[in-house]
């Protein structure tokens, strides 16, 4: 059951064109930290799980200046449109982050479960935000190219039932991204979302998939993915997370470098 929500970015005073972007249809996925990732395509950028702050030492996050030039949005970090939470566990979200990034970027906004858009606006938010569904599966324009598909995929761990967490498909015009938060590995809930109907091409995981037999054969059976990135490593495993990640799928791309790892999926533009 879809529900369609079209989100008017022009209505919402957004001008895509702000900055001197180079204009790529080309899918461009830029590692923040843990599972923090920017992606860029036509112009557009969205921000996934990207803005937390220091938690534990095992979690990696941006240094003060970089978490600085992300919530004030400077260069690089400039006219990102949509902002995304999986949810808030402070390894991938951070309410006074996210309150201060809207309130110094008022071409954004904030696309995400109840539990995330009550904690920003505890925060003292009063900036845009959507607040999606949690029984259905939801997909929302997000103009020029891509479409936002959004669906609950439970936490892992039953001590962590309480968290509302969000999986994330985009669809551009010929690639489609995954983003699965720290999702429980469960087909039955996968399929549930409705978020692996069809194949994914780019999926970004949690590391521990791709080195479990279940998680590979969720991967494998289920996600179906054209192309992996492991995510989630802490910073002292990256190594280690690389070599063993490599021995099941050597081409997959770890994260493990923030603002150094970047994956770059070629796609024409429409009219080409
Ligand atoms: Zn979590």
């Not at 923040?32 to 990207?50: H, V």
């Not at 200046?65 to 902002?83: C, H, M, T, W, Y």
């Not at 194949?199 to 494998?220: E, F, H, K, M």
């Amino acid at each position: 059951m879809y529900r369609i929500i079209v989100l008017s970015l022009c209505l919402l005073g957004i001008s895509l064109d702000a900055g001197a972007q180079v204009e790529s249809c080309d899918v461009t996925l830029t590692y923040i930290a843990n599972e923090g990732t920017l992606i860029e395509s036509s112009g557009t950028k969205i921000l996934i799980d990207g803005l937390h702050r220091e938690y534990r030492r095992d979690y990696s996050f941006l240094p003060d200046s970089l978490e600085n030039r992300l919530e004030n949005g400077v260069p690089p970090f400039d006219g990102i449109a949509v902002v995304l939470v999986s949810h808030v566990h402070r390894d991938h979200f951070e309410a006074a982050a996210v309150a201060r990034f809207l309130d110094k970027n008022d071409q954004a906004v904030l696309i995400s479960s109840p539990q995330v858009i009550d904690s920003v606006r505890a925060a003292g938010s009063t900036a845009p935000m959507e607040t999606i569904s949690l029984t259905s599966t939801e997909s929302v324009a997000l103009t020029p190219h891509g479409i936002l598909t959004t669906g609950v995929l439970p936490h892992s761990s039953a001590r962590f039932r309480w968290i509302q967490n969000i999986g994330h498909r985009i669809d551009f015009d010929s690639i489609s991204v995954l983003h699965v938060g720290d999702a429980d590995i469960n087909r039955r809930n996968f399929v549930e979302s409705g978020l692996v109907n069809d194949p994914v091409d780019v999926a970004i995981l949690p590391y521990w998939y791709l080195i479990s037999g279940d998680g590979r054969r969720l991967i494998d059976e289920t996600i179906r993915p054209g192309r992996l990135i492991a995510a989630h490593v802490s910073p002292a495993d990256v190594e280690e997370v690389r070599r063993e990640v490599a021995q099941h799928y050597p081409d997959a791309t770890v994260f493990g470098e923030m603002l150094g790892t970047t994956v770059v999926i070629e796609q024409k533009c429409p009219d080409e």
